[in-house]
């Protein structure tokens, strides 16, 4: 199967302690280029989400937003430090006892003194949160992967078509393309009879001039190498898999046959259904750029 490079999905975990909220969106890009957005406090796993994002994608620009919410009453303590305290204490009677002030300090003074009492966060079970967080990146990622496949069997079966409405243009140009070396000759032998009049018309001049002109007008090469490109991306679409970019370059060879053989005919019929070969090319090309 193939995937598109556009996809979202979102996946929730509530716990007692805690709930997270992942959502994945992306859009088309060359490469893998993911972007993420989340608390400072889970700054410490944005590797290993990383690495776990990998697992499921690879091309796409991936925006990842991920909330967390902490239901625990407190995780911050206050810390009291005696030592620093009784410094302190020291200080001012000793300040007291120098200028003969009363030393009138007060415990509610004192507590404000810088560093007597601070607030220190307690510490966390880093694999207990790694463990939800991972499980709610992994149900974002399967929902993300979803859509992708969804939207990717829509761009194959579109793809399809469009390749068969390429075979009817080849197949038309197939069949014309070799009554126009006998029109050809048809109006040159008419056109020497008339300059001529009843003069002896030379057949073997005739045929070398209608042997030139069939040798540059002659498409088969090209057609063939074109069917040969649109056959391999019908098996490639079907194979499936990470194939965005083998199909980026097989269209830019298959316009690059559809140019020679606009180039080397000068029949309306012919021009207009390789202008139309080449209308439809550009439609595949355009839809490749959104597989992954």
């Known amino acids: 199967m193939i995937k598109s490079m556009t996809g979202f999905g979102r996946n929730e975990v509530s716990e007692e302690k805690r ?28 590797a290993a989400i990383r690495a776990e994002l990998k697992k499921y994608m690879q091309r796409g620009k991936v925006d990842v937003f991920i909330a967390y919410e902490d239901f625990t009453e407190s995780n911050v303590c206050v810390k009291y430090n005696k030592e620093l305290a009784a410094e302190y204490m020291g200080y001012l009677e000793k300040m007291a006892e120098d200028f003969g002030l009363d030393n009138d300090i007060r415990v509610s003074a004192l507590s404000r003194y810088p560093e007597i009492l601070t607030m220190e ?3 966390v079970d880093e694999e207990e949160i790694w ?3 991972c499980g709610a990146v992994q149900g974002a990622a399967e929902k993300f992967v979803e859509t992708r496949l969804k939207e990717g069997e829509a761009l194959k079966n579109d793809l399809i078509a469009k390749l ?14 070799p009554q126009l070396v006998e029109e050809y000759k048809d109006k040159l032998r008419e056109r020497v009879r008339e300059l001529l009049e009843d003069t002896q018309i030379e057949e073997n001049r005739l045929l070398l001039e ?14 063939v190498r074109l069917r040969n490109h649109i056959e391999t991306t019908r098996q490639t679409l079907v194979d499936g898999g990470s194939i965005g970019r083998k199909l980026d370059f097989i269209a830019q060879e298959m316009n690059r046959e559809a ?3 606009l180039s080397k005919t000068n ?18 090309r355009e839809q ?5």
């Not at 280029?33 to 410490?44: E, Q, R, S």
Request: charged share 35%; proline share 1%; with cysteine.
């Open 164 to 177: 068969d409405g390429m075979l009817d243009h080849l197949s038309f140009i197939e069949e014309r393309s």
């Open 259 to 261: 140019n020679t053989i």
């Open 19 to 46: 709930k997270i909220t992942v959502e994945i969106k992306s859009v088309n890009h060359r490469y893998l280029d993911v972007n993420i957005k989340m608390p400072k406090k889970l700054g410490f796993f944005e």
């Open 210 to 223: 209608v042997t030139l002109f069939a040798d540059k007008i002659c498409v088969d090469e090209e057609l």
């Open 131 to 133: 463990k939800a967080l």
């Open 288 to 292: 490749i750029q959104n597989i992954e």
């Open 121 to 123: 966060e307690q510490s």
């Open 267 to 284: 029949n309306m019929e012919i021009s207009n259904r390789a202008i139309e070969l080449k209308t439809e090319i550009e439609k595949v």
